[in-house]
């Protein structure tokens, strides 16, 4: 952690919507200590797009901008991807002030999306659990479709489905490479996926792809999914997604949960720039438990991050931010 620069907290979105509700006299004392504080505040893509999915916030989030311009010191930004620097990051809050009809659109947009990647996110933590019997039947059963649909069958050879994966996986590179770095894609490009499908082979062709991305990059995707699983370490709600029985509000909670879980993912890839990282009372309280450890106590940074316990008062939920950045800053900086 570097002292040579301001200190930096990374703010919630519920920090950003309390700051919105308040009076102007309010959001002015509430940005007048912070700047007294000398605190620079975390300009992250995640939480934009987290205040983007809600509807109907237009006068409000015009407060926010108005007040959040107000901060003395220029916020650290953050890429919504940790396999970004915050090099080059073009992110600004005026991203707020889309008209009511293009940001509604773009908030159901932004639903869909969550939705779909917390059933992605489930299916990836349950290849790291282990399943009695019958789950991993109804995990097989529920995910057939979508194998049958990229050629995979259980009658068919080893080799066949062997291809049907490297198909997809030979589909999804095609199709993504354009957001890749230059050095990334070319060494993508250069990959055969029409060789023969024998495992010395398929072992080649993976080795390649991780190649490919670069160790800094693929340590950086371990440990994103070292932070997400020990967020739902001993979480029913993934296999309840992965095997369509959880309900739309199940569904909701559970993408707030992996959505918290990238924040503070974040937080851990840019730690060097960022001191203190605001969490919720979930978070909190799997950080603070005794066993399995949070991902955050096996860093030793879990003296970095604060919760506040909300009331229906924004002020009064402002007032004890306040208070808790004023002694956290005291504390680190001791």
């Given amino acids: 952690m570097e002292t040579n620069r301001p200190f930096t907290v990374y703010f919630d979105t519920n920090f950003y919507i309390w700051l919105a509700q308040v009076s102007d006299e309010e959001g002015n004392n509430v940005i007048s200590k912070l700047n007294e504080l000398e605190i620079r505040h975390v300009l992250s893509e995640k939480i934009l797009f987290e205040l983007l999915s809600g509807k109907e ?88 479709p979508f194998l049958t649909s990229i050629g995979y069958e259980q009658k068919q050879s080893k080799e066949e489905n062997a291809n049907a994966f490297v198909n997809l996986a030979s589909d999804l590179i095609s199709n993504l490479s354009f957001i890749l770095p230059d050095e990334q894609r070319k060494k993508l490009e250069e990959i055969d996926f029409a060789v023969e499908k024998s495992p010395e082979h398929l072992l080649n062709i993976s080795k390649q792809i991780i190649d490919s991305l670069g160790s800094e990059n693929v340590e950086k995707l371990e440990e994103e999914k070292k932070i997400i699983n020990s967020s739902v370490k ?15 509000k199940e569904i909701k909670n559970l993408g707030n949960t992996f959505r918290d879980a990238g924040h503070i993912n974040l937080f851990v890839t840019h730690q060097i720039q960022i001191d203190l990282i605001q969490i919720d009372s979930h978070q909190k309280n799997l950080v603070e438990r005794n066993k399995p450890k949070h991902r955050l106590v ?37």
């Fill in 298 to 334: 096996e860093l030793n940074l879990d003296h970095r991050y604060f919760s506040v316990e909300k009331s229906a008062n924004s002020a009064e939920n402002l007032s004890k931010v306040i208070e808790i950045v004023m002694n956290k800053k005291q504390e680190i900086y001791r």
């Fill in 234 to 248: 001993l979480d029913p709600r993934p296999y309840n997604v992965a095997v369509n029985e959880a309900s739309n």
């Fill in 57 to 144: 916030r237009n006068p409000q989030d015009k407060n926010l901008v108005e007040r959040v311009k107000k901060f003395k010191i220029k916020p650290y930004k953050v890429s919504i991807s940790s396999l970004e620097t915050n090099k080059d990051i073009n992110v600004s809050w005026d991203v707020l002030l889309l008209n009511s009809a293009l940001r509604n659109t773009f908030a159901d947009f932004l639903k869909a999306i969550y939705d779909t990647e917390t059933v992605a996110q489930s299916l990836s933590n349950m290849t790291d659990k282990k399943l009695s019997k019958d789950k991993e039947e109804k995990l097989q059963q529920n995910l057939q």
